[in-house]
């Protein structure tokens, strides 16, 4: 049994799942947020280790960005295709309850087709 309070509200999800997000520049308490508007903002992918790859469809321009993500001996493997101009990537992880890593933030090149990034996690 998973414990539920009036502030947390468990989210499971599958190994090897993607959840696509748009977060606005600024986001108010309050605000909606959702599906990428003419407003600035970035894509978001919340990604769990696990086999498989997915891909996200942009609803405006019907632009597409694939991604991998695997898990081996500490290390944290990113694998991008179709990046749009001005994309970066940020990567924030955390194994279960424990700290998190630090940020690794990198813009990447405008019609690269695929692009691998690795991150190492200290065991500390």
Request: proline content about 7%; hydrophobic content about 45%.
């Amino acid at each position: 049994m998973v414990p539920v309070t009036s502030d947390l509200v468990p989210v499971f999800v599958r190994a090897g799942a993607c959840i696509p997000l748009w977060m606005p520049d600024t986001v108010e308490l309050g605000a909606e947020v959702g599906l990428p508007s003419s407003e600035s903002g970035h894509l978001v992918l919340m990604m769990f280790p696990g086999t498989g790859k997915h891909s996200v469809v942009d609803p405006l321009d019907g632009g597409s960005i694939s991604a991998q993500l695997s898990l081996e001996n500490q290390m944290l493997t990113v694998t991008t295709g179709g990046v749009p101009a001005g994309t970066s990537l940020w990567i924030r992880g955390r194994a279960a309850g424990e700290t998190p890593a630090a940020d690794h933030r990198q813009q990447l090149d405008a019609g690269a087709s695929v692009v691998t990034v690795r991150v190492s996690f200290d065991a500390n």
